[in-house]
């Protein structure tokens, strides 16, 4: 029998797959181990595939070839791919907001039922950072402007980003003299494929370079944009009771997930899901309600501005199937893995794909529009009501019980929390209660354990009175390990836990999902304006424990180029070059003001991580 504690440190995890085991049904984990050894050329980043004169590869120990066939060497290789993987993830978060600004100019339009205003307070602030007429404006009107301004801040016909000047302006400085401030969201992107093509950027600096304002583009740009209009849309979260682990979902209840990312499609979704005409007719199908339950960030989403419970991270996705309780799964985009149909073949579950951008094996493509979104919604989840009567008894398996949590901790609510300023946190770095404050975030990759890099080292963190703030899956796992209730101040160090005490908050606070961190990065510029410092300056860090993504890297290169010290749990395919390796883990210091080191095992991560905010304390002379 095999030992599943070795591969997840999550009870319900280990429980399902022992059932999947049972049920024949194949996992991520067996597929990751078929893949064994991994290729040494590619894990070194030192393959290349950009063109038809190769594919070609380095030979990292000297005997063979050190040059593909157009001459680049190891360095130019390493950096071209970086700098795609850079492309594709600022890529992906940058389109998802481009999907939310287009709802937001159909519901200016008008054409959007379904959706309103969520927040005018928060369409009126962003009217401001873009310099808008706001006086006698109504709402929509407002929209369509701002919905116009932020179109054009994916073009190319300005010198920088609007939403960029966010940053504090020793940051803005910074950029500016590097040649790094990013200029349109799609032109970086795009300049980024061109430097890469054969024949173009081979100065493995610049093109590192290029990959840090890309990112940017990504940050400040793009994923900004989609936390920002997805709160003018739904709401600014508030913090929220919920609950989280398989234990979610419901014996008695028909059983809806939505997996992915965009709140888009997920939000007409919760509309739905409480018309009282579907829920009469669960009850007529003999179900106790309709129970919405989230994966991966779009659950982040839901959870954060409605306490929609969430069923797991990343590497939980097939497992949720493999519970037999599951009438239906509705998928938008990102991290959806492309054998969760076949894994549904199994049991009744039907899979629904949402979006023209995104088709799945196995899965039933009904496309989303704002114009019928709701209509739409409402099919759906009358079909997965309906699905209700197929499911079998026998095969449902509900082992564990959900775990209690709060998310919602958006900027604002942090700041309300703090009395409406960011004093009272300042001054309890300054005292020395709070010695800093971590980003956790990112993934799982069957490279970690599962969730162990991400509680563990958020555990050893909040010991030492660092503050956490977290976001994706990462953010799920610390949920399920029970790390935000306000209880959970009782494993913090005596400093955290009074100020959380006092504030009645968590140690960890979950900030949302991936573009959400973009928070992180309101929230760092807002401390640093505070304190009158750069970013750089402040006891802050970042962590990425179990990254797969390429959504990730551009994350942990736009938090690095913020000037905030990052350590990654897993490998990123550089070591190819070591020129590469010194530039992001040294050399970046003196240029950009911090770095990224690498760490797999969490406890020597926290010391890392500890080190790093105990010297910025003392540069700043917090603990003279
Ligand atoms: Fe080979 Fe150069 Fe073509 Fe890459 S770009 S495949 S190294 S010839
Ligand atoms: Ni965001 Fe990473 Fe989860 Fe996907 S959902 S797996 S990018 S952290
Ligand atoms: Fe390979």
């Not at 301004?149 to 010198?159: K, N």
């Not at 020395?432 to 799982?444: E, H, L, M, P, Y």
Request: aromatic fraction near 4%; proline fraction near 5%.
């Amino acid at each position: 029998k095999k030992d599943f504690s070795k591969l997840t440190t999550t009870k319900d995890g280990q429980l399902l797959l022992e059932k999947a085991a049972h049920d024949q049904v194949e996992t991520v984990w067996e597929r990751f181990e078929a893949q064994q050894p991994h290729c040494g050329f590619c894990e070194m980043g030192l393959s290349c595939r950009i063109c038809a004169m190769g594919p070609c590869r380095i030979d990292p120990f000297g005997e063979g070839p050190s040059r593909g066939a157009c001459g680049a060497d190891a360095d130019i290789i390493v950096a071209r791919n970086l700098g795609r993987m850079v492309a594709a993830g600022a890529a992906a978060h940058s389109d998802h907001g481009r999907d939310l600004v287009e709802v937001l100019a159909k519901v200016a339009q008008g054409k959007a039922p379904g959706y309103k205003i969520g927040s005018p307070e928060k369409l009126r602030t962003l009217a401001g950072v873009y310099g808008l007429e706001i006086e006698g404006k109504s709402d929509t009107e407002l929209a369509a402007d701002l919905a116009h301004a932020m179109e054009e801040e994916y073009g190319t016909r300005q010198e920088r980003l609007t939403m960029v000047n966010r940053a504090p302006d020793p940051r803005l400085e910074l950029w500016e003299k590097l040649g790094v401030m990013p200029r349109g969201v799609d032109r970086e992107t795009s300049e980024m494929m061109h430097r890469t093509h054969m024949g173009v950027d081979n100065d493995w600096v610049r093109l590192c370079l290029h990959g840090v304002r890309n990112a940017l583009s990504d940050g400040w740009g793009g994923s900004l944009i989609a936390t920002e209009v997805s709160d003018i849309l739904f709401g600014v979260p508030k913090p929220t009771k919920s609950q989280v682990n398989l234990g979610v979902l419901k014996e008695d209840q028909v059983n809806i997930i939505v997996h992915g990312h965009n709140p888009v499609v997920s939000e007409t979704i919760t509309l739905a899901a409480s018309d009282p005409d579907l829920l009469a007719l669960a009850e007529q199908k003999g179900a106790k309600g309709i129970n919405l339950v989230g994966l991966c960030c779009t659950g982040n989403e839901l959870l954060m501005r409605h306490g929609i419970p969430m069923a797991g991270n990343h590497l939980m996705s097939e497992l949720t199937l493999v519970t037999g309780a599951v009438e239906m799964m509705i998928v938008d985009y990102q991290c959806i893995m492309p054998s969760l149909g076949s894994v549904a073949t199994c049991y009744h579950t039907k899979m629904i794909s949402t979006s023209d951008k995104a088709g799945f094996p196995q899965m039933e493509h009904r496309e989303f529009h704002p114009e019928i979104a709701l209509d739409l919604a409402r099919e759906l989840v009358k079909e997965a009501v309906e699905n209700y009567e197929l499911r079998n008894p026998d095969k449902v398996y509900l082992p564990v019980e959900p775990v209690e949590m709060y998310g919602g901790f958006s900027v604002e609510a942090i700041l309300e929390a703090l009395g409406g300023t960011p004093t009272p946190l300042i001054e309890a770095i300054k005292a020395g209660k709070i010695r800093g404050a971590v980003g956790v975030v990112g993934c799982n990759n069957p490279k970690i354990k599962h969730d162990l890099g991400h509680v563990e080292l958020t555990k050893r963190l909040i010991e030492n009175d660092i503050l956490v703030l977290d976001t994706g899956c990462a953010a799920v796992a610390n949920a399920k390990a029970g790390l935000k209730l306000p209880e959970a101040a009782e494993l913090a160090g005596p400093g955290l836990k009074e100020i959380c005490q006092a504030l009645g908050i968590p140690p960890v606070l979950h900030v949302g999902s991936c573009v959400d961190n973009s928070r992180i990065l309101v929230l760092a510029g807002a401390l640093a304006d505070a304190l009158g410092v750069d970013i750089s300056a402040l006891p802050l860090a970042g962590a990425a424990p179990e990254w797969y993504s390429e959504k990730a890297v551009s994350i942990g290169v736009y938090f690095v180029a913020s000037g905030v010290y990052t350590v990654l749990g897993v490998m990123p395919p550089i070591t190819g070059s070591m020129n590469v390796v010194g530039l992001l883990t040294k050399g970046l210091d003196d240029v950009i003001g911090a770095t990224f080191d690498v760490e797999p095992d969490p406890d020597k991560a926290a010391l890392l991580i500890r080190a790093h905010i105990e010297k910025k304390r003392k540069e700043l002379g917090l603990d003279a």
